[in-house]
């Protein structure tokens, strides 16, 4: 049975689990330290949501929320699901959960983004009640 929570703190289970889900993230993605965990998890604007399974990590997705001249808003950052859990429910029960979070604290829209490729993931999306947005997204590299 998977779990979603919110994590409160670092464990070197936590992190093992971080670190063997992030290249099914990102390929260009460096292995976490404890130390960036710990300042992941202090941060008062991020929430890691983590899915575990009989005590192991199969999902993960960042929560942010933040005050804005025009109030207070989400966005989901980094959602990933363990190969071997996907079509299982986690990328929704994350998503859920996420949202869930997002409403408590005001917020009034809640945004991610998702390469097209990504069929699955953008059929749940839509089957939350996301909605595409017309926009363009600008990404300046700071080296």
Known sequence: MTVVDVARESSPELLEGLNR?????SSTASP????????????????????SDAGRVVGTLTLAIFP????????????VVDEAARGTGVGEELCTRA???????????????????????????????????????????IE
């Open 68 to 79: 804005l001249p025009t109030g207070m808003r989400a966005w989901i950052e980094d959602v």
């Open 21 to 25: 889900l992030l290249p099914q993230l």
């Open 99 to 141: 949202i869930q979070l997002a409403k408590a604290r005001g917020a009034k829209t809640l945004d991610l983004t998702s390469r097209p490729s990504r069929e699955a993931a953008n059929a749940l999306y839509l089957r939350l009640g996301f909605s595409v947005r017309e926009t363009n997204v600008y990404r300046y590299v």
């Open 32 to 51: 976490m330290t404890s130390s960036d965990l710990d300042e992941l998890l202090a941060s008062e604007t991020l929430s890691l949501l983590v899915a």
